[in-house]
């Protein structure tokens, strides 16, 4: 659900300056954390670790449910025992506030890992399919298997929950991971780090730490499947290298969710859903609203509404919201220097601050921002902006909302405030997009009934609950003949032959 892995010549600018690393090879200790090496060096360090993974791989194919589940609930027991750290290293990150952490990072994780528990077993089991009349003889079902050697790698925004959900994930299938968690939030890296050595053999799972040439050099590696959560231009970079080794992909990426709301729609409880999707976490989600398509007529009502949702939540004041101790700040001066350009360029191109617009780059701060009379040639309507910056347009009617929206790429999220069934129909039916939330948002992310994940530009493959548990498979067609034969079928082709061949055609 973000940005924040960094490959080699495609980041947007230099990285952090690294943290200092160390290599070992101790058995007891599952961390990879590299040295500032040559990148041969590095290369055979990575291979080395990805060798063992891969050794081990068909033992870990053979765990049974209990086993794995068994692995899932000490990764939950070491969460639920070690929240006061994890609070810890988020603030010190970028001042994530703790019921953020709980609400972002740990409730939907929790909540899913209890669910994988639940159904594992039935999942893992072999599931048979119906036998067509032509097959009479036969019995056929699908048999679950690891992808094998998993390379699971993780964004800074939501970088505990993106990392470790995604090798619950694959362990609850059987694979065995390496881990590239985002250097740009070092703390929380160094607490997973701990996480890891005190959980998992370095056979079962590997944590790799470093920047752009240790993902590169780990892209360079054949795995089975890599798992990767980040924008759509790195995306295309983990593709491609995925491609030299016909590695499966998930591609968890991002791109402009649109947040429509017509005439119908409960202004006062959809400006608070608005408000609360768009600051959370300072705007740093992948499904957070990116802008909003609002009917003219109710325009102005609404963005007073989300003035008062912001200083309810925020403070009432510039000062207020500059020290409130529920927002969050942008992760690095990088980033805030991207964020603050897009306010920028957009006030420079005509656009009006209808709140907010203040910044502090001591303090990675964006005050919550909301930006009337944007155009499509502004960077806020091109870019994904992943920032606590709001932009509003006004729409005539649903044409011109529904064309807006099928001229860009789909959405990874698509939200619909309207209380009129026909206009939540017809964007239904017109639209295209990863998931969509009607009259509310972001929980779709915590539902493990459902399927998360993009299309094209904001994703390839999906995963939560049993759709995560497919996903980190190879479902495996197995048939079997339990009676009768195919003989008559068979050669010389002769008229008898022939003429069975010919009825076979024609009725089955």
């Known amino acids: 659900m973000g940005h924040g892995v960094s490959v080699a010549g495609l980041s947007h600018a230099p990285p952090l300056a690294p943290c200092p690393f160390f290599v070992t090879s101790s058995l007891l200790n599952p961390i990879l954390m590299i040295a500032q090496e040559p990148l041969t060096d590095l290369s055979a360090t990575l291979q080395t670790a990805f060798d063992r993974l891969r050794q081990h791989a068909p033992t870990m194919a053979q765990t049974t449910a209990r086993e794995r589940i068994d692995r899932l609930k000490r990764l939950m027991h070491w969460i639920d025992t070690n929240k006061p750290a994890i609070y810890e290293a988020m603030y010190a990150d970028y001042r994530k506030p703790t019921a953020e952490v709980d609400l972002g990072e740990l409730a939907a994780l929790m909540g899913e890992l209890r669910y994988t528990i639940k159904h594992l077993k039935q999942w893992m089991k072999p599931q048979r399919v119906p036998t067509p009349l032509s097959m009479v003889g036969t019995s056929g079902y699908l048999k679950y298997e690891p992808k094998g050697v998993v390379l699971v790698m993780a964004p800074w925004n939501y970088p505990f929950n993106l990392l470790v959900g995604p090798l619950a994930t694959a362990l609850s299938a059987g694979n065995v991971c390496m881990l590239k968690p985002s250097e740009l939030t070092p703390h929380t890296a160094a607490l997973m780090n701990r996480m890891i050595a005190d959980l998992f053999s370095p056979d079962e799972v590997v944590l790799v730490e470093g920047g752009p040439d240790v993902a590169q050099a780990m892209l360079a590696l054949p795995f089975n499947h890599i798992f990767f ?11 491609a290298a995925a491609a030299k080794h016909l590695a499966s992909v998930t591609l968890e990426l991002g791109g402009k969710s649109p947040f429509l709301v017509d005439e119908t729609a ?7 859903i608005l408000a609360w999707s768009k600051y959370f976490n300072n705007g740093q989600t992948c499904i957070a609203p990116d802008y909003v398509l609002v009917q003219e007529s109710v325009k102005t009502p609404l963005i007073n509404a989300v003035q008062k949702a912001v200083e309810r939540m925020y403070g009432t004041d510039a000062n207020a919201r500059a020290t409130s ?15 603050k350009s897009l306010i920028d360029d957009a006030v420079q191109k005509g656009a009006t601050i209808r709140l907010g617009g203040r910044t502090n780059a001591a303090d990675n701060y ?12 502004m960077r806020i309507m091109q870019e994904e902006i992943f920032g606590p910056v709001l932009p509003i347009v006004g729409v005539r009617n649903l044409d011109e909302a529904l064309a807006q929206i099928n001229s860009r790429d789909k959405p990874l ?18 639209t295209s997009a990863g998931d969509t939330v009607i009259n509310d948002a972001l929980l779709h992310f915590s539902n493990p009934e459902l399927p998360f994940g993009g299309v094209n530009n904001s994703g390839i493959g999906s995963y939560h609950g049993y759709f995560g548990f497919q996903e980190l498979s190879h479902r495996r067609g197995v048939l079997r003949r339990d009676f009768g034969t195919m003989k008559f079928l068979f050669p010389p082709y002769t008229d008898r032959v022939k003429k069975l061949i010919g009825w076979a055609v024609k009725y089955f």
């Open 325 to 339: 101790d529920s927002y969050a700040r942008i992760v690095n001066n990088r980033h805030f220097e991207r964020v």
């Open 266 to 272: 409960d202004l006062s409880k959809t400006a608070e």
């Open 229 to 239: 959560t980040g924008s759509p231009a790195l995306g295309k970079v983990v593709m």
């Open 366 to 377: 964006v005050e919550p921002t909301l930006i009337d009379g944007v155009t499509d040639d």
């Open 413 to 430: 999220a698509l939200y619909i405030h309207s209380r009129n069934q026909q206009t939540i129909n017809q964007v239904l039916n017109q």
